[in-house]
Nanobody, 119 residues
């Protein structure tokens, strides 16, 4: 059974930084895209950033220039460096990944990690 586990969330003041990590476990043959999403209270889940196996990165408009997504292919991990955090970045952050197992890719999600930015 594949699992994704996020870590690194917490409480930070506006202007501060946090680095989120997402570790995978289980039988994994390969991983395609890896992503970070977030969901604030009362709002829909939104895509924050994605990274392809070749390293192509895409960002949501609200985080571009402040957040950086990266991955470690050897460890099957994805990271999100968040700088210049704002109160509106407060949300539960989820990682997901398209993972190849027995014959097909499936998308798996982590449980989420809370990020709270105080003003």
């Amino acid at each position: 059974q594949v699992q994704l586990v996020e870590s690194g969330g917490g409480l930070v003041q506006a202007g501060g930084s946090l680095r989120l990590s997402c570790a995978t476990s289980g039988i994994i043959y390969s991983i395609s895209a890896m992503r970070w999403h977030r969901q604030a209270p009362g709002k829909q889940r939104e895509l924050v950033a994605s990274i392809s196996p070749g390293g192509t990165r895409n960002y949501g408009d609200s985080v571009r220039g402040r957040f950086t997504i990266s991955r470690d292919a050897a460890k099957n991990m994805v990271y999100l460096q968040m700088n210049d955090l704002k109160p509106e970045d407060t949300a539960v952050y989820y990682c997901n990944a398209d993972i190849f197992q027995t014959g097909s890719f499936k998308t798996y999600w982590g449980q989420g990690t809370q990020v709270t930015v105080s003003s």
